[in-house]
C-alpha cells in the first residue's frame, strides 16, 4: 500500500517555474515506479513523465520533453516534477501515481499505476 500526497502547485507566469512533489507513504516506495499525470475540465488525464523503480529509465510526454523532470529522493520517500518554461497550457491538475511494477520502462498510461494522490492546481498565467 502506498499513500501519495502532492504539493508545491500554484500560480506561476509563463516562463516561470514550479517544482511539484509527492509524499509518498508505504514500505513500497522505494521499489515502486512513480509517474506524474495532469487533467483540465472535461478531458481526459494525460500522462506527464514517469520514472522506473531503480530510476534508470524516465519518459515525458513531448508536450514537456525538454522542460520537465523527473526525480526521486528514496530518503525522504518524495518524488518531484520539476517544470520550467511554463505554458499556460500546462494549466491542469497534476496527479502523481505509484505502480508496482519492476520493468525497466515505467509505465506510461493510467492503467499502469495502483495509487494516486489527490491533485494539486497549477495555473499558468500568459
Known amino acids: 500500500q502506498v499513500q501519495l500526497v502532492e504539493s508545491g502547485g500554484g500560480l506561476v507566469l509563463a516562463g516561470g517555474s514550479l517544482r511539484l512533489s509527492c509524499a509518498a507513504s508505504?514500505?513500497?516506495?522505494?521499489?515502486?515506479?512513480m509517474g506524474w499525470f495532469r487533467q483540465t475540465p472535461g478531458k481526459e488525464r494525460e500522462f506527464v513523465g514517469s520514472?522506473?523503480?531503480?530510476?534508470?529509465?524516465?519518459y515525458y510526454a513531448d508536450s514537456v520533453k525538454g522542460r520537465f523532470t523527473i526525480s526521486r529522493d528514496i530518503a525522504k520517500s518524495t518524488v518531484y516534477l520539476q517544470m520550467n518554461s511554463l505554458k499556460p497550457e500546462d494549466t491542469a491538475v497534476y496527479y502523481c501515481?505509484?505502480?508496482?511494477?519492476?520493468?525497466?520502462?515505467?509505465?506510461?498510461?493510467?492503467?499502469?499505476?495502483?495509487?494516486w494522490g489527490q491533485g494539486t492546481q497549477v495555473t499558468v498565467s500568459s
Open positions: 508505504g514500505r513500497t516506495f522505494s521499489r515502486s515506479a
Open positions: 501515481a505509484a505502480s508496482s511494477t519492476l520493468a525497466r520502462n515505467p509505465p506510461v498510461n493510467v492503467m499502469g499505476y495502483d495509487y
Open positions: 520514472i522506473n523503480w531503480n530510476n534508470v529509465s524516465a
